[in-house]
């Protein structure tokens, strides 16, 4: 396999160090390792947290999305409360949330949508792009 020297750098790279690499820069962009598939079974929700976002991550039968973790009304954490099929429900006040769009399904009032993010599974690990 052909090796190449790295600027200003002593290591060689090989065909696996290239897909590493574009890997970090994929992360530097936005995409965030919310944690292995094991970490999230179905019917379960995850929050990460990055660069002062907060995020909640669910699997809702083997396929995964993620939203922003604040409910709009007061700022419950929405990984607190509980999900059903797509829908989680807001522990303080119960206004619930499709994990699908971030948009809100029902409360008493209007509530402003929550921010909603694509989901990535690669091998057994899950990653959100924000
Ligand atoms: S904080 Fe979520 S409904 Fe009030």
């Known amino acids: 396999m052909r090796k190449r020297k790295l600027d200003g750098n002593t290591r060689f790279h090989d065909q696996n160090t290239i897909i590493i690499k574009k890997r970090e820069r994929i992360t530097n962009m936005g995409k965030i390792?919310?944690?292995?598939?094991?970490?999230?079974p179905p019917g379960k929700m995850l929050l990460v947290e990055s660069e002062g976002k907060t995020i909640l991550v669910a699997n809702e039968n083997g396929n995964y999305f993620a939203?922003?973790?604040t409910c709009t009304h007061q700022g419950a954490n929405l990984s607190e409360g509980t999900l059903?099929?797509?829908?989680?429900?807001?522990?303080?006040?119960?206004?619930?949330?499709?994990?699908?769009?971030?948009?809100?399904?029902?409360?008493?009032?209007?509530?402003?949508?929550l921010a909603s993010y694509k989901v990535i599974v690669e091998s057994d690990s899950v990653f959100v792009e924000t």
């Open 33 to 40: 390792l919310a944690g292995k598939t094991s970490d999230i």
């Open 84 to 113: 059903e099929g797509s829908t989680v429900t807001c522990p303080w006040h119960g206004s619930t949330w499709d994990c699908k769009t971030g948009k809100l399904i029902a409360f008493a009032s209007q509530l402003k949508d």
């Open 67 to 69: 939203m922003d973790d």
